[in-house]
Nanobody
């Protein structure tokens, strides 16, 4: 089965850090770029970060640039999102997506004092 499974979300205070993981299966992971998106209640899903199939090219939304880092381990079929200096406005469900159009189920990140 083609599958993307996110993990690593949680509840934490502003300024904290989390590392999200997205484990992929059922397709040639190393042939596809990967992205992270997030969606807060009542808001459109927004793009957060992307990484090329080999990991050589990354890009970020302005809102997370300098705080978040996307990476991948093709040997483990996994893409990561390291989230530092978290802010309340980062609160959302975070989703990973492959460039072949597959979405994960999402993982909740809540940043609150």
């Amino acid at each position: 089965q083609v599958q993307l499974v996110e993990s690593g979300g949680g509840l934490l205070q502003p300024g904290g850090s989390l590392r999200l993981s997205c484990a992929a299966s059922g397709f040639p992971f190393s042939s596809y770029g990967m992205s992270w998106y997030r969606q807060a209640p009542g808001k459109e899903r927004e793009w957060v970060a992307s990484i090329s199939n080999t990991g050589g090219i990354t890009s970020y939304a302005d809102s997370v640039k300098g705080r978040f880092t996307i990476s991948r381990d093709n040997a483990k079929n996994t893409v990561y999102l390291q989230m530092n200096s978290l802010k309340p406005e980062d609160t959302a469900v975070y989703y990973c997506r492959s460039t072949n159009g597959r979405w994960g189920q999402g993982t909740q990140v809540t940043v609150s004092s």
